[in-house]
């Protein structure tokens, strides 16, 4: 069976700090990775999505970066954070473009 | 204008009081409808996937609905541990793999 994991669960950085969250799934080969950031009563909002290694895709101009280094790992990055990086942020796969979303349990990071 | 729109924003039911949650979306080519049910802290947890207007989908207490423009989540005889938000996202035709439009939730709190 599949597994998704994501880590830390929780982080706390002063602002301008370096940022680094972890996602990697077992079980499966080329997925569609995700990136989503959810904020109170603001609903899921995708920040970037991979379809490949090496292969990143913006949905939102921010200070965050994503990268791909191997097949089932995805990193979101930041070199120095803002107060408004602060959130619920969510790794996710999928098998193709029309099957479900499936999530790990999210980072929440506050950012001081 | 958001394409996804989920009502109530929350509900609060008794324990058996059965209840039903909106989901209505506005793309224009539906590929794949899907439900999530998130608990505090944790990630969305699939639930459900609907593909045609007219497709129902059940588990324990919990049926999805869908029409054209609108999809259900009826929640039968509900108990204390069916409180979460639930969530609804759409795949959109044409869309690519850019992963899921989702609504803001609904938070439903079940009390005993």
């Known amino acids: 069976s599949q597994t998704i994991h994501q880590w830390p669960a929780t982080l706390v950085q002063p602002v301008g700090s370096p940022l680094s969250l972890e996602c990697t799934v077992e079980g499966t080969s080329n997925p569609n990775l995700y990136w989503y950031r959810q904020a109170a009563g603001r609903g899921l909002q995708l920040l970037f999505y991979s379809v490949g290694i090496g292969q990143i895709s913006s949905e939102v101009p921010q200070n965050l970066s994503a990268s791909r280094p191997q097949d089932r790992q995805f990193i979101l990055s930041s070199k120095k954070l803002l107060l408004s990086d602060s959130g619920f942020y969510l790794c996710?796969?999928?098998?193709?473009?029309?099957?479900?979303?499936?999530f790990g349990n999210g980072t929440r990071l506050t950012v001081t | 204008e958001d394409q996804v729109t989920q009502s109530p924003e929350a509900l609060r039911l008794q324990e058996g009081e059965s209840s039903s949650l909106n989901c209505s979306y506005t793309?224009?080519?539906?590929?794949?409808l899907f439900w999530y049910r998130q608990d505090p802290g944790k990630g969305p947890e699939f639930l459900f996937t609907?593909?045609?207007a007219g497709e129902e989908k059940e588990k324990e207490r919990l049926k999805a609905t869908l029409t054209k423009k609108e999809s259900f989540l009826h929640i039968t005889a509900p108990k204390p541990e069916d409180s979460a938000t639930y969530l609804c996202?759409?795949?959109?035709?044409?869309?690519?793999?850019?992963?899921?439009?989702f609504g803001k939730g609904t938070h439903l709190i079940i009390q005993p």
């Open positions: 996202a759409v795949d959109e035709i044409g869309g690519g793999a850019d992963g899921l439009t």
């Open positions: 609907l593909y045609s």
């Open positions: 793309v224009s080519g539906l590929r794949g």
């Open positions: 996710a796969w999928r098998s193709s473009y029309n099957s479900p979303l499936h």
